[in-house]
Antibody, heavy 118, light 106 residues
Framework: EVHLLESGGSLVRPGGSLRLSCETSGFTFSSYEMNWVRQAPGRGLEWVSYITSSSRTTLYSASVKGRFTISRDNAKNSLFLQMESLRPEDTAFYYC???????????WGQGTLVTVSS | SFELTQPPSVSVSPGQTAKITCSGDTLPNQNAYWYQQRPGQAPILVIYKDVERPSGIPERFSGSTSGTGVSLTINTVQAEDEADYYCQSIDTTGTWVFGGGTRLTV
């Protein structure tokens, strides 16, 4: 069974940094592209970032480009999101999601909460 | 900017049919996807490529297309179907976008 488990969310001050992790199991992680999606409390879904299976290509939404960095470690079946210069509007649940031939977000983790506040 | 428009809410009684619409200028040329998010849970994929249903999703869930829009239809709605539903597609720059979400109340 496919499992994705995010971690690393916490309370951080504006301007601070945070690194999120997504541990995966139940599928050949190195063969799949991956995404990060976020959801502000009580709000809708927003795509954040994408990475190819080889890490050769990364994409970012305009709202995080230049501040967030997506990466992966295929040997450890893990996906990461390094977040810098955090702003209150970055407060959200952050989900990792797998890309498959079916859909760009075919399996999701349970999410980790990032709160940016002074 | 590319936008997907959904009604904020839809309300039906148990056993009735619910239809949730999603409109966007590029939908006729791009695949649409639907995700269900129950309260306090992560989203799950319920429809892919406009009309296809993943394994494990009940047959009462179906997708359709028309004009500049797509729809998610849930036949014989059950209490467990109460959730937020999001449509999703991709714009010409390769950016994934979601609709604003529709709260289905049963």
């Amino acid at each position: 069974e496919v499992h994705l488990l995010e971690s690393g969310g916490s309370l951080v001050r504006p301007g601070g940094s945070l690194r999120l992790s997504c541990e995966t199991s139940g599928f050949t992680f190195s063969s799949y592209e991956m995404n990060w999606v976020r959801q502000a409390p009580g709000r809708g879904l927003e795509w954040v970032s994408y990475i190819t299976s080889s890490s050769r290509t990364t994409l970012y939404s305009a709202s995080v480009k230049g501040r967030f960095t997506i990466s992966r470690d295929n040997a450890k079946n893990s996906l990461f999101l390094q977040m810098e210069s955090l702003r209150p509007e970055d407060t959200a649940f952050y989900y990792c999601a797998r890309v498959s031939p079916l859909a760009p977000f075919d399996k999701w983790g349970q999410g980790t909460l990032v709160t940016v506040s002074s | 900017s590319f936008e997907l428009t959904q009604p904020p809410s839809v309300s039906v009684s148990p056993g009735q049919t619910a239809k949730i619409t999603c409109s966007g200028d590029t939908l006729p040329n791009q695949n649409a996807y639907w995700y269900q998010q129950r309260p306090g849970q992560a989203p799950i994929l319920v429809i892919y490529k406009d009309v296809e249903r993943p394994s494990g999703i009940p047959e009462r869930f179906s997708g359709s297309t028309s004009g500049t829009g797509v729809s998610l239809t849930i036949n014989t709605v059950q209490a467990e179907d109460e959730a937020d539903y999001y449509c999703q597609s991709i714009d010409t720059t390769g950016t994934w976008v979601f609709g604003g979400g529709t709260r289905l109340t049963v």
